[in-house]
């Protein structure tokens, strides 16, 4: 990982290619980026009637939420994380193909135009900027907060109870920097034998799908859905605190 002040910062096209050199990018790619919504799962629209949690974290349905897929070669695996979190809360007021606003509000660009710049196309983000960005695009009806760090089962379950959440997870590799992603975990289901199980959404690698983690132990050491012999640790979490909930993170350590 490279880091920027004291927050790492998640270099997205690790291990899924660089986009061109060119310093713009043509109109098809572009078209691309803002068609994320077309994969999104059937029937979104029932979202409306869990928008404020189930009370459990198994209560979420991967049924009512969309895909917000980064656009391929860009660094913005962080502003789809964002993207797809925002959604959720405030949809269709804020949806996948505006995705680019949370890139250019970052950077006082227009970066949604039919040709973009390459600042605007590889700008990168820390866990810090998916939570402004969430808190932005909601109109700061939800609060999103980062915590540099992984959570116990218990505390994951516990923030779960408010909605979604987003992952940042570090890469392994031979030789640092590695680079590092953000996935969203969006709820869970418990198995036979005391097991939870978890719906993530991998924005850059598993496109167009969510996919079953088995264990909160493979969320701890995560592993790319579409290459098994690449992986990385959660050493990052966003998080909602519901208004009027106090923000426990805040009261403990619980550093794993």
């Keep these: 990982m ?3 002040t004291s927050a790492l910062v998640a270099l997205c096209n690790f291990l899924i290619g660089i986009h061109g050199q ?4 043509n109109a098809e790619d572009i078209d691309l980026a803002h068609q994320n919504g077309n994969a999104t799962i059937p029937k979104f629209g029932q979202a409306v009637g869990l928008k404020s949690g189930a009370g459990s974290c198994s209560g979420f349905e991967t049924k009512t939420y969309a895909y917000c897929d980064q656009p391929a070669g860009s660094m913005w695996c962080w502003a789809a994380a964002a993207t797809e979190i925002a959604t959720h809360y405030v949809y269709p007021n804020f949806w996948c193909n505006k995705m680019c606003k949370l890139v250019g509000n ?3 660009q227009n970066c949604c135009g039919r040709r973009v710049s390459k600042a605007c196309w590889s700008q990168d983000g820390t866990g810090f900027d998916v939570a402004n960005a969430i808190n932005w695009a909601t109109g700061r009806q939800v609060r999103y907060y980062y915590y ?3 959570l116990t089962e218990n505390y994951l379950q516990h923030y779960l109870q408010f909605g979604p959440m987003v992952l940042f997870v570090q890469w392994y590799c031979n030789k640092p920097p590695c680079g590092g992603h953000f996935i969203t975990l969006m709820g869970c289901f418990h198995r036979r034998g005391g097991i939870t199980s978890y719906y993530v959404h991998d924005v850059g690698n598993n496109r167009g799908n969510y996919h079953v983690v088995g264990s909160y132990n493979q969320l701890r050491t995560y592993v790319f859905p579409t290459d098994p012999q690449s992986s990385g640790r959660w050493t990052g ?6 208004l009027g909930s106090p923000n426990i993170l805040n009261e403990t350590v619980i550093v794993v």
Aim: no cysteine.
């Design 2 to 4: 490279f880091h920027r």
């Design 22 to 25: 060119d310093a713009l990018f």
């Design 106 to 108: 970052k950077i006082g």
């Design 148 to 150: 540099q760090g992984a």
């Design 237 to 242: 979490t966003l998080y909602r605190v519901a």
